[in-house]
């Protein structure tokens, strides 16, 4: 979801109508600059994803690949129309925002499910049965704010039909505590992901230009776990701490850049996995691993010759 809360204890359309519209511009230019960012992006990688996705023999990980990185496109296109469409019901606001709702949390989860793969296998060699341990943990969260979501979002929370002048498009009246809830138990999973990630990156850090595979599994990955817990944290404290109206404002943005840094890491990997590969006279595909570590060499042999642990 995308749209500015109406704070329910200023009841008047005088109220409202003073205090709100400059919120309500800023979500939209927020809104728009991430539709154009996520359109660029695909433009960009563009290349890349047919080189190392859509040439490639469908498998399960290329089907998660594809919905994760698509996926925003959806739910931001029905946020815009929720945007600057006037004169729309109370019901049509419920159902589309309800669905962009579910749409965020399906395709945030889907992007976790492949970050959590990579932080497996970088870690799975320091902790026992980190495995179960993160699938564990990523069902509790997904579980908790699945029913945060249930119980918080709901069809009484949606402003009064029709809106008074100058607002526009659908509104959700409520209090901050479903955001930051749903957006608190995230980024405890994130910032436990990072940890995990860290401290092989520091560990490995020494031999980064002896492989192709430590700005891609290593740097990116913790660029993009500082970008989402940073964004992550600025949201919540402009709603808890400035206003109420600002809900939102940077959460298409986030949405979009978790999808975004998602679907580069793996196109980044896959790349340095085919650096990586010389073939043989006899074609056959062979792995220069003089040069690394047991963690690097273990992702692209999993990669490359097994669909069932390709990132």
């Known amino acids: 979801m995308a749209m500015i809360y109406a704070?329910?204890?200023q009841n008047s359309s005088g109220e409202l109508t003073a205090k709100t519209p400059y919120y309500e511009n800023l979500v939209s230019y927020f809104l728009v600059s991430t539709a154009a960012l996520l359109i660029y992006d695909y433009c960009l990688t563009l290349d890349l994803e047919y080189k190392f996705v859509w040439s490639k023999p469908r498998s399960w990980s290329n089907g998660l690949y594809l919905i994760q990185r698509y996926l925003p496109l959806l739910d931001t296109m029905l946020l815009l129309t929720t945007t600057f469409v006037s004169g729309t019901s109370k019901k049509y606001c419920y159902n589309v925002l309800y669905a962009t709702l579910w749409l965020h949390i399906g395709g945030?989860?889907?992007s976790e499910v492949v970050l959590s793969m990579r932080v497996w296998a970088i870690s799975r060699g320091r902790f026992r049965y980190l495995a179960y341990i993160l699938f564990a943990c990523f069902v509790t969260a997904l579980v908790s704010i699945s029913t945060v979501a249930v119980i918080l979002y709901n069809r009484e929370h949606y402003a009064p039909h029709p809106l008074p002048e100058p607002l526009r498009g659908c509104w959700h009246t409520d209090s901050p505590i479903g955001f930051?809830?749903?957006?608190?138990?995230?980024?405890l999973y994130e910032c436990g992901c990072f940890a995990l990630i860290i401290h092989p990156a520091i560990y490995q850090y020494k031999d980064r230009q002896l492989s192709?595979?430590?700005n891609p599994v290593y740097r990116d990955g913790i660029f993009q776990y500082i970008l989402n817990i940073a964004m992550t944290v600025i949201n919540i404290a402009m709603v808890c701490g400035i206003s109420v109206d600002l809900a939102y404002v940077c959460m298409p943005l986030m949405r979009v850049f978790h999808s975004i840094t998602t679907s580069r890491i793996v196109l980044h990997i896959r790349e340095a996995i085919n650096i990586s590969v010389?073939?043989?006279?006899?074609?056959?595909p062979d792995f220069d691993t003089s040069s690394q570590s047991d963690t690097t060499r273990s992702i692209a042999f999993g990669a490359a010759h097994s669909t069932e642990t390709e990132i």
């Open 180 to 187: 930051a809830l749903i957006f608190g138990i995230l980024l």
């Open 212 to 214: 192709n595979f430590y």
């Open 278 to 284: 010389t073939y043989s006279v006899g074609g056959s």
């Open 7 to 9: 704070d329910t204890s």
């Open 108 to 110: 945030v989860a889907l």
